[in-house]
C-alpha cells in the first residue's frame, strides 16, 4: 500500500479480553516499529522488529503484551487479558534501514478503549 | 532524572520569527529523531540525525554527540508550523526514547 496501514482504527474491548492490533507497513521496509500514546502523555517505544526478529523486547509493558511478525511485512500486537490502564493509541511506523536518509512512516494508529 | 528533555515544553511565536527548540539526552545513542505530531494526532518524521546538520526546506536539525544535544530550527515561522514537536534519541538496539514534546504554537 501507499502508507502504513493500521487496523482496527478503533477498539472497544472490556477488561480481561484479548485484543490483536494489526500493522501493515509499507511494502520493502525491514525495520517496523510499535509504540503506544496514553491519553495527554508522550509516546512510548514498545518494540521494534528487523525483518521477523526482534531483538528487544524490553519496551513491552508486561508479559500481557506480545508481538510478531510475519514473512518480513504485516506484524500483529496482542494484549491479553486486558487492563485499563492499556488504554492508549498504538502506532505502529516503518522504515527502510538507511542510516543516512532513514525516515519513519507512520500508521494512524489504533485507538484501543478497555472499559 | 529524565532520560531525555526538551526544552521549551511551550512556545509560542509570531509568524515569519526564527524558532529554535532543544533537545538533551544522557542515554547512549546511534541516532536520533526529530518528529512532528499534528493536533490531529498524526506523525510525520522530520529528520534522523547522527552527526552534523540536516536541512529540509525551513526546517534544519543540528547534533552534536559529545554534548548530547540537538537542536531543531524553523525559520520564517508559519501557522502551519503548529505542532507538537517531539525529540527521540535511539539506542543501539533502535529502541527510541521519547522526550515530552514541545507545543508550538504560531500566530499569524
Known amino acids: 500500500g501507499a502508507g502504513v496501514s493500521q487496523s482496527p482504527s478503533n477498539k472497544v474491548t472490556e477488561k480481561g479480553k484479548d485484543v490483536e492490533l494489526r500493522c501493515d507497513p509499507i511494502?520493502?521496509?525491514?525495520?517496523l516499529y510499535w509504540y503506544r500514546q496514553r491519553l495527554g502523555q508522550g509516546l512510548e517505544f514498545l518494540i521494534y522488529?528487523?525483518?521477523?526478529?526482534?531483538?528487544?523486547k524490553s519496551g513491552l509493558p508486561s508479559d500481557r503484551f506480545s508481538a510478531e511478525r510475519t514473512g518480513g511485512s504485516v506484524s500483529t500486537l496482542t494484549i491479553q487479558r486486558t487492563q485499563q490502564e492499556d488504554s492508549a493509541v498504538y502506532l505502529c511506523a516503518s522504515s527502510l534501514v538507511d542510516r543516512v536518509n532513514e525516515k519513519l512512516f507512520f500508521g494512524s494508529g489504533t485507538q484501543l478503549s478497555v472499559l | 532524572k529524565n532520560e531525555v528533555e526538551q526544552s521549551p515544553q511551550n512556545l509560542t511565536a509570531q509568524e515569519g520569527e526564527f524558532i529554535t527548540i532543544n533537545c538533551s539526552y544522557s542515554v547512549g545513542i546511534s541516532a536520533l529523531h526529530w518528529l512532528q505530531q499534528h493536533p490531529g494526532g498524526g506523525i510525520v518524521s522530520l529528520f534522523m540525525?547522527?552527526?552534523g546538520k540536516k536541512k529540509h526546506g525551513r526546517l534544519i536539525a543540528t547534533i552534536n554527540i559529545q554534548e548530547k544535544h540537538s537542536s531543531l530550527h524553523i525559520t520564517a515561522s508559519h501557522p502551519r508550523d503548529s505542532a507538537v514537536y517531539i525529540c527521540a534519541p535511539e539506542g543501539s538496539a533502535r529502541q527510541l526514547t521519547f522526550g515530552s514534546g514541545t507545543q508550538l504554537t504560531v500566530l499569524p
Open positions: 511494502s520493502g521496509h525491514t525495520a
Open positions: 540525525l547522527s552527526s
Open positions: 522488529f528487523q525483518g521477523n526478529s526482534a531483538p528487544d
